[in-house]
């Protein structure tokens, strides 16, 4: 509540007059924090009055949160930052770029759609020097540089996004007092999970919320269910191949994995409202279930952004709480995560961009939004006391964690794939469809596009 | 500086440009090219008259030209190339289309909101304007039966979501099923049906300007033409269906072919109630799915919506042609 | 003499109950999604708006805590009222109200009556009344107290919270001014420009005239989205790129064809001698025009301007793709679209008072203006 108080009052004075300085959500100084590193970072950079436009997908609280990370960027150099979010920032950013106008900076949230501006020569490179300081100082710090390194205009690959802020998901959430009245305990393994499913059912209760609902991306949380059965059902090799096509997408592997997502929204009784209603649920309105009394139903699928759609003043620990989604004891793969995140890309290069990426690369930059909400980092040097709950910190553990880390095969996937037919697709599996039609289609949608 | 006044000075700039335009180029034409005194007075006064019409019709044929006219030739021209626009395909980009299905569907939907829209919209709308004609109140209803018409697709869209919605607690029509002992559906997700569910949306919203106009018309037509029929016997649904329909035939046409062309452009119902999903595509909104990403695709499609509406086209300016003779 | 439904009392009285349903079927939506727009989102997906003046039975929790609990006789009490929990104090703002029954567990919030003494899981009794008031008996103390449910008939409640966070979300004013911005000129210009135009195809005589009417009437079918790529790049390659100049000229191209066949077929109906006898007098096309066709042409300016108004006011495909993203420039329904809808998406209140702030200009103007536009569309489409 504090937090957005102060956003408020910074957006106020930001509009009110661009020079004054915003006020800080953390007063410089307070324990815990790398105050070091701001403090050599404003010493080093001066923009005094120069511009700053960053365009990104987040808005309401999360372009709040953001707007709060930027004073801080905007107090050590004299930047004049503006952010301006938006929900549909994958058209409009295309649309920026054809008419000229892109921002400084943009925050994709898919690495598929920069590869595109990339490839179209609308991304300013970040230099070699930034993708070593990603290897030595990000968790697997090469797997984030290679996920942010796209083909440019020649077909030269070159490191163009800088991941900032990431999400796990592979998270299950539920209401421990619900689970503790109804004597179930977290489950170990995905068997358990199934047989937890059908436990729950035959007490009488629905066990999933599942929610595929989200204006024209509907659809998209099935196939955060069906990357998550893939890194459950097979190698991380054959994920790898799926994303690039190299492994089709009807092939029995695939298959195998949407049918495992099937066995959770299409077994009767399984999914709140059955399949249908999965189906159009607003991905935002489903977790509501888990809050109700009675509970209609006791366990939801989410990645860690999740919690900001739960009901006004849900507490952590006693409302709700996660676990991790569990690995197959049978396949004997690990503990693979399935995780998003999203990167920062120059769109239009000026200094002050440049520093703001040099920003990021200080742990202060990381920590006042860790001490905010709904922030994950890779940061090896950030402190980690200053999450905000310990929900965050235990997910910041699930990711460290993680034997396998796997990024979100539909946001590598080609746009018309992995933000269109994947989607659809996993509609019509949901709703009447079989998974190999269903697979089916989607390849020739993939094949039509070459 | 304060945004309303830069607000102000820029409705100023835009509005006062254009008054200027025609102000100043008409003086311009009179006073200094061709004035209309000294020796040549009849002459120039000709003259200026020979240039004027294309002095008031220039801005007008410009803004046609390049927003209309240019895009219809350039959009066909991209939709001969790939997605990146640098390789020419001829007419690949159909081919592709018409094999495939999800693109058949929506021709097919396109054709039933054609066909089903414009005719429900106009028989509504000739309904209330005949019920309301004589009705104390029917001013009142009618303009709340035109209220609609004032909400945008987005807004209509979203309460129709509460109209529709599967859960009975929320969606008036499941919540009636849920008392009557059926049991709840997601009108959205019955195959075929859903089409109407959202057709009748736009029904919704369009029956208001059918009847505005509709009853205009009803009133237009001479009193003589009714007494004489009702003298002669005829009941009221004779005198409905024999006099006045055949008496304003023409509006009705009107109204229908408006309500076609719009038809053919509105995309927002769809994508905002189903994304096109469940067999529900139309062709704007399947072009939605390919814009911005593969701007051949897109065109090609913008194109086929064209080859649609080309019949109501040449029909109107046929009419058009008539009318003039 | 009279038609349909004068002739009997029977038969007005089926044309009034007909009308009334029609009316009621076209308000039904509106009016649910107006009471909608007052009432909170835990509301709204717990009971149908059709209920909203009525009091419901709703379920309720409250957590008791533990350390209030005090001995008695070697058994530890804990007393106290469910309505006194704060978090509830939104539902039960004078911590009073009736319950019907309770219970200890989620799945069943009534599993006993009010006043029945019931086991704990954790061992002990508990006891709830119907005023609220419980007594809970355990042996030894609790570390954690126990959970109490219960059903309890609430009030109907209604809020102007989501008025509140619509109307004075951050930079909505903002967006206000840029939607005046862009809605009155790419109003205005088009009218001007088709005016002068429809004057020229009416009544001056020029070669090519009859082609160009069947021009703009063979335009009038273009579906817009065809022209939103072409006219992006061209924009840009022009150095308008994104601004309020392209988006007035975007709107202004796509409004034209319909303001020149209306204008046109207005000024055609309009008598010929006051034209001609005003040219006897010696006065110039130009006077002409500004003195006697823009008055008498008003119901049919009106009309178009109607329409023109209400298009682009609720316009988001064209402000999207015409106007850059920033807040400098969003109009009101980008802003409610892409800001408000995107993080409050499941948001039903929200939503429905978001649609209702966006259609209340449109209605003002169209309930002002209803007049004209009758008279001024007449003139377009009767013969």
Redesign the interface.
């Known amino acids: 509540m504090k937090s957005r108080l102060y956003a408020g009052v910074a957006t106020l004075a930001l509009m009110a007059s661009a020079a004054h300085a915003q006020d800080l959500i953390i007063e410089p100084g307070t324990e815990g924090f790398n105050w070091d590193s701001f403090e050599a970072f404003a010493a080093e950079h001066d923009f005094t009055g120069e511009a700053l436009t960053i365009t990104g997908p987040w808005t309401g609280a999360d372009g709040q949160m953001v707007n709060n990370m930027l004073a801080f960027f905007a107090e050590a150099t004299g930047a004049d930052v503006r952010y301006s979010g938006s929900d549909s920032f994958e058209q409009d950013i295309v649309i920026a770029i054809q008419a000229n106008s892109a921002p400084n900076l943009a925050v994709f949230p898919q690495p598929g759609l920069a590869a595109d501006m990339a490839a179209r020569g609308a991304l300013a490179p970040l230099g070699q020097e930034t993708a070593d300081w990603m290897v030595e100082n990000y968790a697997a710090g090469q797997s984030w540089v290679d996920l942010g390194s796209f083909e440019n205009a020649d077909d030269e690959a070159e490191m163009f996004g800088f991941f900032y802020k990431v999400d796990v998901k592979s998270l299950v959430w539920y209401s421990p007092e619900q689970f503790d009245e109804m004597g179930y305990d977290i489950p170990e393994t995905l068997e358990d999970l199934k047989a937890l499913s059908a436990q729950i059912v035959e007490d009488g209760g629905t066990p999933w919320c599942i929610g595929l609902g989200s204006g024209a991306a509907t659809g998209w949380p099935a196939t955060d269910w069906v990357e998550d059965m893939m890194l459950r059902l097979h190698a991380p090799e054959v994920y790898d191949q799926w994303v690039t096509n190299e492994l089709p997408f009807n092939s029995p592997e695939v298959i195998e994995a949407i049918e495992a997502y099937g066995e959770f929204v299409r077994t009767d009784g399984w999914a709140q409202g059955g399949p249908e209603a999965a189906a159009t649920t607003d991905f935002r309105d489903s977790p509501a279930g888990l809050f109700q009394i009675p509970p209609s139903c006791y366990m939801h699928k989410q990645a860690s952004f999740i919690p900001t759609f739960f009901p006004d003043g849900s507490e952590f620990g006693a409302d709700y709480d996660f676990f991790y989604f569990p690995s197959s004891s049978e396949a004997d793969l690990g503990d693979p995560v399935l995780g998003a995140g999203t990167l920062f890309a120059i769109t239009s290069d000026s200094p002050a961009a440049r520093g703001l990426i040099e920003f990021f690369k200080t742990p202060i930059a990381h920590e006042v939004w860790m001490a905010q909400s709904g922030f994950l980092t890779p940061h090896s040097g950030v402190n980690l006391d200053v999450f905000s709950s310990d929900a965050l910190r235990a997910m910041n553990e699930i990711l460290l964690a993680a034997t396998t880390f796997r990024f979100d095969a539909s946001d590598l996937m080609p746009g018309e794939i992995g933000a269109g037919a994947f989607w659809t697709g996993m509609v019509d599996y949901t709703t009447q469809g079989n998974a190999e039609s269903v697979a089916n289609m989607i390849q020739e949608r993939w094949d039509a596009m070459r | 500086m304060s ?2 006044f830069q ?1 102000i000075l ?2 100023i700039i ?2 006062g440009g ?2 200027g335009y ?1 102000y100043f180029s ?1 003086m311009l034409l ?1 006073k200094v090219i061709f004035p209309a005194r000294g020796p040549n007075t009849g002459r120039n006064i000709n003259r200026a ?2 240039v ?3 002095l ?2 220039f ?3 410009f ?2 030209g ?7 030739v ?2 066909f021209w ?1 939709s001969l190339f790939d ?1 990146s626009g640098a390789n020419f395909i001829g007419l690949g980009n159909y081919v ?1 289309l018409f094999s ?2 999800t693109f058949r569907t929506a021709v097919m939907n396109n054709l039933l909101w054609v066909l089903f829209v414009p005719a429900m919209a106009t028989f ?1 709308g000739l ?2 304007a ?6 104390s109140w ?1 001013n009142i ?1 009618k ?13 209509a869209s ?3 979501k ?2 529709y919605s ?5 969606g ?1 029509i499941n ?1 009636i099923r849920d008392a009557m002992g059926l049991a709840v ?2 009108p ?2 019955v195959r075929f049906w859903n089409n109407f569910f959202l057709m009748f949306i736009l029904v ?1 919203i369009q ?1 208001g300007f059918a009847m ?2 509709l ?3 009803l009133r ?1 037509i001479p009193e003589e033409t ?2 004489a029929a ?1 003298i002669d016997g005829a009941n ?2 004779q ?2 269906f024999k006099i006045k329909v055949p008496q ?1 035939m ?2 009705i046409v ?2 229908w072919t408006t309500i076609t ?1 719009l038809v ?2 509105v ?2 119902i769809v ?2 109630m ?5 067999g529900t595509h139309i062709l ?1 909104s399947y ?9 051949g695709r ?2 090609a499609v ?2 086929v ?2 080859l649609l ?1 080309l019949p ?2 040449i029909w ?2 046929r ?3 008539n ?2 003779r | 003499m009279d038609n349909i439904a004068g002739q009997n009392q029977g038969s007005k009285l089926a044309v009034n109950i007909t009308v009334i349903i029609l009316v009621l079927l076209w308000l039904l939506p509106t009016i649910g999604l107006f009471v909608s727009s007052f009432r909170d989102r835990d509301q709204i997906s717990n009971s149908g708006w059709w209920q909203a003046p009525l009091a419901v039975d709703l379920n309720f929790r409250t957590r008791v805590a533990a350390d209030g609990a005090r001995e008695e006789n070697g058994t530890f009490v804990l007393e106290g009222n469910v309505f006194a929990d704060p978090a509830l104090a939104s539902n039960f703002p004078d911590a009073t109200g009736t319950i019907a029954a309770y219970g200890t567990r989620a799945v069943a919030p009534g599993e006993f009556a009010a006043g029945e003494v019931s086991e704990l899981r954790a061992g002990g009794t508990v006891v709830v009344n119907s005023d609220g008031s419980y007594r809970i008996e355990t042996a030894e103390a609790l570390d954690r107290g126990p959970t109490l449910y219960f059903e309890a008939r609430t009030p109907p409640k209604f809020t102007l919270a989501n008025y509140r966070t619509v109307l004075f979300a951050d930079g909505m004013d903002r967006a206000f001014i840029n939607t005046l911005t862009v809605t009155i000129p790419a109003t205005i210009i088009p009218i001007l420009i088709a005016a002068f135009a429809a004057y020229a195809l009416a009544w001056m005589d020029f070669p090519g005239r009859g082609l160009l009417i069947a021009a703009v009437v063979g335009l009038l079918v273009v579906p817009l989205q065809l022209a939103l790529v072409p006219l992006l790049s061209l924009h840009t390659n022009i150095g308008i790129g994104q601004s309020f100049l392209g988006i007035w000229l975007a709107h202004t191209g796509f409004g034209l064809p319909l303001a020149v066949y209306l204008l046109r077929n207005y000024m055609v109906g309009l008598p010929r001698d006051i034209i001609e006898s005003a040219k006897v007098d010696g006065a110039t096309d130009f006077q002409i025009f500004v003195r006697i066709i823009l008055p008498l042409s008003f119901p049919a300016l009106a009309s178009f301007a109607i329409f023109q108004f209400l298009w682009t006011w609720n316009d988001l495909l064209v402000a999207k793709v015409f106007l850059p993203s920033g807040a400098e420039s969003q109009v009101m329904t980008v802003k409610i679209a892409d800001d408000l809808l995107g993080s409050r998406g499941g948001d039903w209140g929200i939503l429905a008072t978001a649609a209702f702030v966006s259609i209340a200009v449109p209605l003002v103007v169209f309930f002002t203006m209803q007049r004209y536009l009758v008279r001024g569309l007449l003139a377009g489409s009767v013969k």
Do not use: H
């Open positions: 945004p309303v607000g820029t409705i835009g509005v254009c008054v025609f008409n009179d008259n020979q004027r019409p294309w008031f019709l801005p007008a044929m803004a046609l390049l927003y209309l006219a240019y895009p219809v350039g959009s991209r997605r592709d495939e299905g509504l309904l209330v005949q019920l309301t004609d004589r009705l029917g209803a303009s709340l039966i035109f209220m609609p018409m004032a909400i945008s697709f987005v807004g979203l309460i129709w509460f109209v599967a859960n009975p607690d929320i008036i919540s559906l997601d959205l997700q919704w029956t505005v106009i009853s205009a018309a237009g009714i007494e009702i009221a649904f005198v409905f304003i023409g509006t009107v109204v062309i053919l452009k995309f927002d994508y905002t189903t994304g096109g999903n469940f704007p072009m939605m799915t390919y814009m911005f990403r593969d701007d897109a065109t913008a194109f919506i064209m509406v109501v086209m109107n300016i009419q058009a042609r009318e003039m």
